[in-house]
Protein backbone atom coordinates (compact mmCIF):
# COMPACT_ATOMS: atom_id res chain seq x y z
CA UNK A 1 0.00 0.00 0.00
CA UNK A 2 1.39 3.24 -0.94
CA UNK A 3 2.54 5.73 1.36
CA UNK A 4 -0.25 8.33 1.72
CA UNK A 5 0.52 12.16 2.13
CA UNK A 6 -0.41 15.52 1.11
CA UNK A 7 1.55 14.77 -2.02
CA UNK A 8 -0.17 11.83 -2.71
CA UNK A 9 -3.61 13.55 -3.33
CA UNK A 10 -1.78 16.27 -6.09
CA UNK A 11 -3.28 13.34 -8.42
CA UNK A 12 -6.45 14.15 -9.63
CA UNK A 13 -8.05 10.57 -9.38
CA UNK A 14 -6.66 10.43 -5.91
CA UNK A 15 -8.23 13.78 -4.95
CA UNK A 16 -11.55 13.26 -6.30
CA UNK A 17 -11.67 9.95 -4.49
CA UNK A 18 -10.96 12.10 -1.22
CA UNK A 19 -13.34 15.02 -2.38
CA UNK A 20 -16.11 12.78 -2.57
CA UNK A 21 -15.72 11.33 1.23
CA UNK A 22 -14.85 14.85 2.71
CA UNK A 23 -18.60 16.50 0.82
CA UNK A 24 -21.03 14.89 2.67
CA UNK A 25 -19.51 15.88 5.87
CA UNK A 26 -18.70 19.57 5.28
CA UNK A 27 -22.25 19.85 4.31
CA UNK A 28 -24.05 18.26 7.39
CA UNK A 29 -21.54 20.57 9.70
CA UNK A 30 -22.41 23.73 7.33
CA UNK A 31 -26.07 22.79 8.12
CA UNK A 32 -25.94 22.15 11.55
CA UNK A 33 -23.75 25.36 12.50
CA UNK A 34 -25.93 27.59 10.58
CA UNK A 35 -28.91 26.27 12.21
CA UNK A 36 -26.98 26.84 16.14
CA UNK A 37 -25.51 30.36 14.45
CA UNK A 38 -28.97 31.61 12.98
CA UNK A 39 -30.92 30.62 16.75
CA UNK A 40 -28.52 32.53 18.47
CA UNK A 41 -28.24 35.30 15.96
CA UNK A 42 -32.37 35.68 15.09
CA UNK A 43 -33.57 34.11 18.51
CA UNK A 44 -31.05 35.01 21.24
CA UNK A 45 -28.82 37.81 20.73
CA UNK A 46 -31.09 41.37 22.35
CA UNK A 47 -31.45 43.93 20.14
CA UNK A 48 -29.22 46.41 19.23
CA UNK A 49 -29.50 49.74 21.07
CA UNK A 50 -28.94 51.75 17.77
CA UNK A 51 -29.60 49.67 15.13
CA UNK A 52 -32.42 48.11 16.57
CA UNK A 53 -33.01 44.75 15.44
CA UNK A 54 -31.53 45.38 11.21
CA UNK A 55 -28.25 44.99 12.93
CA UNK A 56 -29.03 40.86 12.63
CA UNK A 57 -27.90 41.31 9.27
CA UNK A 58 -24.30 40.96 10.32
CA UNK A 59 -24.53 37.45 11.08
CA UNK A 60 -24.93 37.17 6.73
CA UNK A 61 -22.97 39.77 5.80
CA UNK A 62 -19.97 39.61 7.66
CA UNK A 63 -19.49 35.45 6.94
CA UNK A 64 -20.23 36.55 3.45
CA UNK A 65 -18.01 39.34 3.38
CA UNK A 66 -15.09 37.42 5.42
CA UNK A 67 -15.09 34.45 3.16
CA UNK A 68 -15.42 36.16 -0.53
CA UNK A 69 -11.91 37.66 0.41
CA UNK A 70 -10.21 34.51 1.52
CA UNK A 71 -11.79 32.87 -1.36
CA UNK A 72 -10.09 34.94 -3.64
CA UNK A 73 -6.86 34.45 -1.92
CA UNK A 74 -7.90 30.75 -2.19
CA UNK A 75 -8.28 31.11 -5.81
CA UNK A 76 -5.15 33.35 -6.62
CA UNK A 77 -2.85 30.81 -4.47
CA UNK A 78 -3.63 27.97 -6.34
CA UNK A 79 -3.77 29.57 -9.90
CA UNK A 80 -0.10 30.61 -8.78
CA UNK A 81 0.45 26.76 -7.40
CA UNK A 82 -0.52 25.63 -10.98
CA UNK A 83 1.22 28.18 -12.99
CA UNK A 84 4.25 28.04 -11.27
CA UNK A 85 4.10 23.75 -10.90
CA UNK A 86 2.15 23.17 -14.03
CA UNK A 87 -0.05 21.06 -11.40
CA UNK A 88 -3.23 20.30 -13.48
CA UNK A 89 -5.13 19.99 -9.66
CA UNK A 90 -4.41 23.21 -8.68
CA UNK A 91 -5.67 24.46 -12.07
CA UNK A 92 -8.86 22.37 -10.91
CA UNK A 93 -9.07 23.70 -7.62
CA UNK A 94 -8.89 27.51 -8.60
CA UNK A 95 -11.67 27.19 -11.18
CA UNK A 96 -13.19 25.26 -8.65
CA UNK A 97 -13.43 28.30 -6.23
CA UNK A 98 -14.56 30.79 -8.47
CA UNK A 99 -18.35 30.60 -8.58
CA UNK A 100 -18.90 29.86 -4.74
CA UNK A 101 -16.25 33.02 -4.41
CA UNK A 102 -18.93 35.21 -6.55
CA UNK A 103 -21.48 34.28 -4.97
CA UNK A 104 -19.94 35.12 -1.32
CA UNK A 105 -18.79 38.53 -2.94
CA UNK A 106 -22.73 38.54 -4.07
CA UNK A 107 -24.43 37.99 -1.16
CA UNK A 108 -22.19 40.63 0.75
CA UNK A 109 -23.20 43.17 -1.45
CA UNK A 110 -26.89 42.51 -0.93
CA UNK A 111 -26.78 42.07 2.51
CA UNK A 112 -24.74 45.10 3.06
CA UNK A 113 -26.90 47.37 0.79
CA UNK A 114 -30.14 45.84 2.92
CA UNK A 115 -28.18 46.91 6.00
CA UNK A 116 -27.14 50.17 4.11
CA UNK A 117 -30.79 51.47 3.93
CA UNK A 118 -32.12 52.08 7.64
CA UNK A 119 -28.42 52.86 8.59
CA UNK A 120 -27.66 54.81 6.09
CA UNK A 121 -30.68 55.76 3.78
CA UNK A 122 -29.59 54.47 0.91
CA UNK A 123 -29.26 50.98 -0.43
CA UNK A 124 -25.74 52.15 -2.37
CA UNK A 125 -22.69 54.85 -2.02
CA UNK A 126 -19.48 54.57 -3.75
CA UNK A 127 -17.75 54.32 -0.11
CA UNK A 128 -14.21 52.77 -0.54
CA UNK A 129 -15.35 49.36 1.05
CA UNK A 130 -18.73 48.96 -1.39
CA UNK A 131 -16.48 49.68 -4.31
CA UNK A 132 -13.57 47.77 -3.60
CA UNK A 133 -15.59 44.84 -3.15
CA UNK A 134 -17.50 45.25 -5.99
CA UNK A 135 -14.36 44.87 -7.99
CA UNK A 136 -14.12 42.46 -6.38
CA UNK A 137 -17.27 40.27 -7.51
CA UNK A 138 -16.08 41.47 -11.08
CA UNK A 139 -12.88 39.80 -11.14
CA UNK A 140 -14.59 36.51 -9.89
CA UNK A 141 -17.00 37.29 -13.25
CA UNK A 142 -13.56 38.32 -14.90
CA UNK A 143 -11.76 34.84 -14.10
CA UNK A 144 -14.87 32.66 -15.14
CA UNK A 145 -15.34 34.79 -18.26
CA UNK A 146 -11.99 34.50 -18.91
CA UNK A 147 -11.50 30.68 -18.81
CA UNK A 148 -15.03 30.72 -20.54
CA UNK A 149 -13.61 32.31 -23.75
CA UNK A 150 -10.80 30.41 -24.28
CA UNK A 151 -11.41 26.64 -25.88
CA UNK A 152 -7.83 25.82 -25.14
CA UNK A 153 -7.55 24.06 -21.17
CA UNK A 154 -4.07 25.04 -21.01
CA UNK A 155 -4.04 28.58 -22.12
CA UNK A 156 -7.54 29.06 -20.51
CA UNK A 157 -5.73 28.03 -16.84
CA UNK A 158 -2.56 30.19 -17.25
CA UNK A 159 -4.68 33.16 -19.16
CA UNK A 160 -7.00 33.02 -15.94
CA UNK A 161 -4.21 32.37 -13.28
CA UNK A 162 -2.79 35.50 -14.44
CA UNK A 163 -5.61 37.52 -14.05
CA UNK A 164 -6.33 36.09 -10.56
CA UNK A 165 -2.76 36.72 -9.63
CA UNK A 166 -3.36 40.34 -10.43
CA UNK A 167 -6.44 40.76 -8.73
CA UNK A 168 -5.00 39.85 -5.35
CA UNK A 169 -4.03 43.29 -4.59
CA UNK A 170 -7.53 44.20 -4.25
CA UNK A 171 -7.93 42.00 -1.04
CA UNK A 172 -5.60 44.16 0.92
CA UNK A 173 -7.66 47.45 -0.52
CA UNK A 174 -10.73 46.01 0.78
CA UNK A 175 -9.35 45.01 4.46
CA UNK A 176 -7.41 48.32 4.98
CA UNK A 177 -9.63 50.74 3.29
CA UNK A 178 -11.75 51.49 6.29
CA UNK A 179 -8.85 52.36 7.89
CA UNK A 180 -7.51 54.31 4.88
CA UNK A 181 -10.03 56.49 3.94
CA UNK A 182 -12.83 58.33 5.22
CA UNK A 183 -16.06 56.16 4.67
CA UNK A 184 -19.33 55.54 5.52
CA UNK A 185 -18.84 51.34 6.68
CA UNK A 186 -17.61 51.45 10.47
CA UNK A 187 -14.55 49.44 10.97
CA UNK A 188 -14.01 46.34 12.24
CA UNK A 189 -15.67 44.50 14.92
CA UNK A 190 -13.98 41.86 15.93
CA UNK A 191 -9.52 42.50 15.38
CA UNK A 192 -6.49 40.35 16.65
CA UNK A 193 -5.27 43.28 18.47
CA UNK A 194 -8.13 44.70 20.46
CA UNK A 195 -11.09 43.46 21.99
CA UNK A 196 -14.43 42.68 20.15
CA UNK A 197 -16.76 45.55 20.21
CA UNK A 198 -19.88 44.12 20.36
CA UNK A 199 -21.47 41.86 22.88
CA UNK A 200 -19.88 38.61 22.93
CA UNK A 201 -23.29 36.44 22.44
CA UNK A 202 -23.44 38.41 19.07
CA UNK A 203 -19.70 37.74 18.57
CA UNK A 204 -20.60 33.77 18.99
CA UNK A 205 -23.30 34.15 16.79
CA UNK A 206 -21.00 35.60 13.89
CA UNK A 207 -18.23 33.35 14.36
CA UNK A 208 -20.62 30.22 14.33
CA UNK A 209 -21.94 31.52 11.08
CA UNK A 210 -18.64 32.06 9.78
CA UNK A 211 -17.97 28.59 10.59
CA UNK A 212 -20.73 27.21 8.57
CA UNK A 213 -19.71 29.78 5.80
CA UNK A 214 -16.52 28.21 5.79
CA UNK A 215 -18.49 24.66 6.11
CA UNK A 216 -20.34 25.50 3.12
CA UNK A 217 -17.74 26.62 0.83
CA UNK A 218 -15.94 23.71 1.81
CA UNK A 219 -18.64 21.16 0.31
CA UNK A 220 -19.76 23.19 -2.07
CA UNK A 221 -15.92 23.59 -3.85
CA UNK A 222 -15.11 19.87 -3.21
CA UNK A 223 -18.37 18.64 -4.76
CA UNK A 224 -17.81 21.30 -7.72
CA UNK A 225 -13.90 20.25 -8.23
CA UNK A 226 -14.85 16.90 -8.61
CA UNK A 227 -16.97 17.65 -11.81
CA UNK A 228 -14.34 19.88 -13.23
CA UNK A 229 -11.76 16.55 -12.63
CA UNK A 230 -14.50 14.22 -14.85
CA UNK A 231 -14.58 16.60 -17.46
CA UNK A 232 -11.30 17.54 -17.88
CA UNK A 233 -9.92 14.29 -17.20
CA UNK A 234 -12.56 12.46 -19.39
CA UNK A 235 -10.37 10.59 -21.72
CA UNK A 236 -8.41 8.73 -18.92
CA UNK A 237 -9.24 4.61 -18.22
CA UNK A 238 -10.30 5.25 -14.41
CA UNK A 239 -13.27 8.19 -15.17
CA UNK A 240 -14.80 5.38 -17.38
CA UNK A 241 -16.98 3.85 -14.24
CA UNK A 242 -18.23 7.24 -13.31
CA UNK A 243 -19.16 8.56 -16.64
CA UNK A 244 -20.77 6.87 -19.71
CA UNK A 245 -18.62 5.60 -22.30
CA UNK A 246 -19.44 8.20 -24.53
CA UNK A 247 -18.64 10.46 -22.17
CA UNK A 248 -15.48 9.52 -20.97
CA UNK A 249 -14.09 9.26 -24.55
CA UNK A 250 -11.45 12.19 -25.32
CA UNK A 251 -13.71 15.48 -27.16
CA UNK A 252 -13.39 15.54 -30.98
CA UNK A 253 -11.61 18.18 -32.58
Known sequence: MPRITWSYFAAPQRFYWLAGKLVPWFAVAAAALAAWGLAI??????TDFQQGDSYRIIFIH????????????????WAAVGLVFNARLAFMLAQAIAPTGALMAFLALWTGAVWGKPTWGTWWVWDARLTSTLILLFL????MSLRAAIEDERRA????AVLAMVGVVN?????????WWNTLHQGA????????TMAAIMLQGMLIMALAAWAYC???????VRHVILERER???????????????????
Open 235 to 253: GAAWTHEHLGTALAQPATP
Open 41 to 46: GLLVAP
Open 189 to 196: SVSVNKAP
Open 62 to 77: VPTAWTAMVLYVAMAF
Open 171 to 179: VPIIYFSVK
Open 140 to 143: YIGY
Open 157 to 160: DRAS
Open 218 to 224: FAVVFAR
